[in-house]
């Protein structure tokens, strides 16, 4: 079958070179970057940075304008992430201030630039990492859910505001601060709560 035929039967457009070697069925290295070379240089598939393609050929402009296609990418670099921290905090209105940023919780520590927006992930304990409560499945990405955006946030950076409180909701946070095992960030979410 057409590869390009294969492609288009997973409704994604976003790709890593993992993603292409399990799609085509290809596990032999050098073919499948000489695969990917003939797809790039035929304008059938995209690249958007190293190791990371597309079906479309994306720009900057697009990055920018489309904040669940910036999601999709960051899933690409690192697979087993998922959105966080301040960038899923802004996405669920509950702060207001600007970051340009993707944030991300991963296994490693990575910092990556595409299309001049900085992808950025941070690594927690893995009892947390691994841990799923709060974090939601969505069409090409992970995200962590209101409350565990919050309380990965507060986790990590103690001292960061957080501009609107009141749409948390109170149960399910005290329930996800629990995989965090922190007494510091207790104490922070019940001032915050008052």
């Known amino acids: 079958m057409n590869k390009l035929l294969l492609l288009n039967k997973t409704n994604q457009k976003i790709f890593s070179t993992q993603d292409l070697s399990v799609i085509w069925q290809e596990p032999d290295r050098r073919k499948l970057l000489e695969n990917i ?6 304008e059938q598939i995209y690249q958007v940075s190293r190791g990371i393609y597309s079906t479309e050929p994306y720009s900057a402009k697009d990055i920018k304008e489309d904040i669940e296609l910036s999601f999709k990418i960051a899933q690409r670099i690192s697979p087993n992430s998922y959105i966080s921290l301040c960038t899923a905090m802004k ?104």
Do not use: W
């Open 37 to 42: 070379k003939y797809y790039l240089k035929t």
């Open 91 to 194: 996405y669920h209105g509950l702060i207001f201030q600007y970051y340009s940023e993707i944030y991300s919780i991963a296994e490693r520590n990575i910092k990556r630039e595409i299309f001049n927006e900085n992808f950025i992930f941070k690594t927690m304990k893995d009892d947390i990492f691994r841990n799923d409560k709060g974090i939601l499945n969505r069409q090409g990405y992970r995200i962590a859910s209101k409350e565990r955006s919050f309380c990965d946030s507060l986790y990590l950076f103690p001292s960061l505001g957080i501009d609107n409180v009141d749409s948390l909701d109170k149960d399910r946070v005290r329930e996800i601060s629990r995989i965090y095992g922190n007494n510091s960030l207790n104490k922070r979410i019940k001032l915050l709560f008052k």
